[in-house]
């Protein structure tokens, strides 16, 4: 099974400026990185498919990056709304698995 | 737009088996992977299985043979049974409608006890 690893645990950054959430894979996953957003009490949201394609209806202030090991979440002009749980999905082998999430918190 | 709803007991007592059922709207279940999730604070968001096609199927391996996952095209729903559950299946229960292997939409979930 692959591990997934994010990285922060807890992001606590000011509204108007970017975050930046890691995510690690224990073996290569190729392109197949989802990331997804779960605000308190709902079900989690696909925010990025293909390591880097924003699903539909997603805004291009949350926009992905890399490939094999290595992947990147950016969030530009954080606001209020944007509180949530961050995680990230490889889906290149089964079984499908999941970071632990990295929570982001607006000061 | 399609939606996804969950429905099943919200207790369900040790060695029992879990039965869940998800209504598919706005959509075919005849196409796509439709997929079962939980999230519990001790193991996060697991994925459980998915059924596709109707009769294709694939269950995470770390819960051995206790996954069955089925569809009735008729309805436009896809069930989960989890069999021998324990404290430890405690979870909120999502299905999902999966594009290559990304889960793009979710039910809202449901909470599941297991608990005499």
């Known amino acids: 099974e692959i591990v997934m690893t994010q990285s922060p645990a807890t992001l606590s950054v000011s509204p108007g400026e970017t975050a930046t959430l890691a995510c690690r894979a224990s073996q290569s996953v190729g392109n197949n990185l989802a990331w997804y957003q779960q605000k308190p009490g709902q079900a989690p949201r696909l925010l990025i498919y293909g390591a880097s394609t924003r699903a539909t209806g997603i805004p291009a202030k949350f926009s992905g990056s890399g490939s094999a090991t290595e992947f990147t979440l950016i969030i530009s002009s954080l606001q209020s709304e944007d509180l949530a749980v961050y995680y990230c999905q490889q889906y290149n082998n089964w079984p499908l698995t999941f970071g632990g999430g990295s929570k982001l918190e607006i000061k | 737009q399609v939606q996804l709803q969950e429905s099943g007991p919200g207790l369900v007592k040790p060695s029992e088996t879990l039965s869940l059922t998800c209504s598919v709207s706005?959509?075919?279940?005849?196409?796509?992977?439709w997929s079962w999730l939980r999230q519990s604070p001790r193991k996060g968001l697991e994925w459980l299985g998915y059924?596709?096609?109707?009769?294709?199927?694939n269950n995470n391996p770390s819960l051995k043979s206790r996954v069955t996952i089925s569809v009735d095209t008729s309805k436009n729903q896809f069930s989960l049974k989890l069999s021998s559950v324990t404290a430890a299946d405690t979870a909120v229960y999502y299905c999902?409608?999966?594009?290559?292997?990304?889960?793009?939409?979710w039910g809202k979930g449901t909470t599941v006890t297991v608990s005499s």
């Open positions: 999902a409608r999966a594009i290559f292997g990304a889960m793009d939409v």
């Open positions: 059924i596709h096609n109707g009769r294709s199927t």
């Open positions: 706005g959509g075919s279940i005849s196409t796509y992977y």
